[in-house]
């Protein structure tokens, strides 16, 4: 009960307080938890709840988005769960996932994100904010204009990045109509652009984002993901990759998962993965549940999209992508003592797993579009 004592704090010292949760993945969440909410004037809505359409619960927010006076915001993997732990309880079972702070414009974008999924669970308008109403269109407060990004313009944008840095250190400057600047500059400003996708809206624009993230990797694609049950053509953007040299590393849940079967899913995939060069590590020392990816040790992408069918098509998702080499940086040290605690797969003792362990495999690499 201790993120209800500090929201309503919150409330009482005069902050507009709002809570979003996804209905179905609230479900273990007990009623005097949202009574106590509701009760000190904080508003709450629960996004698709099972009745009066129970198969909108097909369609979840699986966005994980915390903003602070549009001026600082959370977004990533992680969950107000008991699950985690915290410095105020300790669990045995403890999750590792990863948030990202950011403020500034960025801010203000992840709060247009939540008025989204506000609207949708029949929450008042917020004032001030562009978004994407499920039911009217694009919602433009008064006063301010239209903005447009389509999914070719940002994987544009994303591929001129990376091969300006493949550029730089061949010793050649390149200089491209459009974007002209110095390259010690563009080398080290960051830029943060948000991904948010629903069912119909943003999800061309993410699968075109991960693409070019994969496509134009040449050096290093490390990935950390719960939940590895990819579609036919994304894996074999990822074999690609590894056959033409890149490192490419997958963090993947150990036993300690929270799904089994998605992890059967994802050992479908081991062989073909290691048979192209990539390296495989499985998280032991707790669940892990960030998504993370990591390319040439500039561009970044930290979110909730999880590489899987769910994420892809029918999940509300929100992610940021990031071009900056500190950031980058610290997610390679993150991954790599990630590692430390993981135990990585082999290809000789990996082919020798027993039959009903393979079957098991197949079954769930079939089923992965129901998962």
Request: charged share 30%; hydrophobic share 45%.
């Amino acid at each position: 009960m201790e993120v209800a004592d500090a929201l309503a704090a919150a409330e009482k010292r005069g902050v507009r307080v709002r809570v979003l949760a996804d209905a179905v993945g609230s479900l273990a969440t007990k009623d005097i938890f949202w009574t106590k909410l509701e009760a000190t004037g904080i508003e709450l809505r629960l996004f698709h709840k099972l009745w009066p359409i129970p198969l909108s619960i097909l369609r979840r927010d699986h966005r994980k988005i915390i903003v602070i006076d549009r001026a600082v915001a959370f977004t990533g993997g992680m969950n107000i769960g008991e699950e985690y732990g915290s410095s105020i309880r300790k669990h045995n079972v403890a999750w590792r996932d990863t948030f990202m702070r950011v403020e500034g414009s960025v801010a203000a974008e992840l709060a247009a994100v939540f008025a989204e999924g506000w609207d949708r669970a029949g929450g008042d308008p917020l004032p001030g904010l562009e978004y994407v109403s499920w039911t009217d269109g694009i919602v433009v407060p008064e006063g301010a204009s239209l903005r447009s990004f389509k999914a070719s313009a940002i994987r544009a944008r994303l591929e001129r990045r990376i091969g300006q840095r493949r550029d730089r250190r061949k010793g050649r400057r390149v200089v491209r109509e459009g974007d002209v600047r110095n390259p010690s500059d563009s080398e080290s400003a960051g830029t943060v652009i948000v991904l948010d996708s629903r069912p119909g809206r943003g999800q061309r624009e993410t699968l075109a984002v991960m693409s070019a993230l994969v496509g134009g990797a040449r050096e290093k694609l490390w990935i950390t993901t719960p939940y590895f049950a990819p579609p036919a053509r994304a894996l074999t953007l990822i074999v690609g990759a590894a056959r033409r040299g890149v490192d490419v590393r997958l963090l993947l849940p150990g036993p300690r998962t929270d799904v089994p079967l998605i992890r059967h899913a994802a050992h479908a995939a081991y062989h073909r993965l290691l048979k192209a060069g990539a390296r495989i590590f499985e998280y032991q020392l707790a669940t892990l549940h960030s998504n993370t990816c990591v390319v040439d040790g500039h561009a970044s992408m930290v979110g909730s999209t999880n590489l899987d069918f769910r994420s892809f098509w029918l999940n509300a998702e929100c992610d940021l992508l990031v071009m900056d080499n500190d950031c980058a940086h610290e997610l390679e040290e993150a991954f790599l003592n990630d590692c430390q605690g993981s135990e990585e797969i082999l290809g000789e003792r990996w082919k020798k797993r027993g039959w009903r362990h393979r079957a098991l495999d197949r079954a769930a690499r079939a089923l992965r579009f129901a998962l």
